[in-house]
């Protein structure tokens, strides 16, 4: 198994709505991330677990809430949103720690959040 | 501060060669990475470089000197899948004991293949 998968793929949400979204590796890879992405811009990183323990948080507001509740998964629990979080929400791992010599990132399909 | 510079689009022909090039000035380096991005895809990865020098890839080659703080994406032979978006992302390792080893992506350029 050499991909990341998250699920869902679409979700549409409204703003007092309470959603999680899902990212699974089984390539046995330390690190996991999560990134927003908005239109015609590049990935933001919000997130970084590194040996299951967060190892970044990059000032995200707390209406995002990350998990990993083991080392194949990562959730991104999400609560009270506003629609300007709508967003393409990327999941990525790495083999290794984020500062690991080689360190490609793979990256998941991604979740198209719509927020009303 | 950090910095990274890629044209936002270009446009090549079809069986064409085309160069992309990356200028970054970033607090601290540890490899510059090349992404191929569709519309509504996730970033695929294509290059790494940490050391100076060209690395090839089949049609894809990545070029890197530190001391100038410039890489390029060369995409040979070039199809029409080839359009997409390409990001150059430098990986800054962090500082003290955080040693975070983020990544810090560039805006992109945006290439359009023509027949």
Known sequence: DTEVTQTPKHLVMG?????????????????????????????????????????????????????????????????????????????????????????????????????? | GQNIDQPTEMTATEGAIVQINCTYQTSGFNGLFWYQQHAGEAPTFLSYNVLDGLEEKGRFSSFLSRSKGYSYLLLKELQMKDSASYLCAVRDPGSGSSNTGKLIFGQGTTLQVKP
């Not at chain 1, 970084?48 to 083991?70: G, H, T």
């Not at chain 1, 290794?96 to 399909?109: K, L, V």
């Open chain 1, 15 to 116: 703003m007092t709505n309470k959603k999680s979204l899902k990212c699974e590796q089984h390539m046995g890879h330390r690190a996991m991330y999560w990134y927003k992405q908005k239109a015609k811009k590049p990935p933001e990183l919000m997130f970084v677990y590194s040996y299951e323990k967060l190892s970044i948080n990059e000032s995200v507001p707390s209406r995002f809430s990350p998990e990993c509740p083991n080392s194949s998964l990562l959730n991104l629990h999400l609560h009270a949103l506003q629609p300007e979080d709508s967003a393409l929400y990327l999941c990525a791992s790495s083999p290794s720690p984020p500062s690991g010599f080689y360190n490609e990132q793979f990256f998941g399909p991604g979740t198209r959040l719509t927020v009303l």
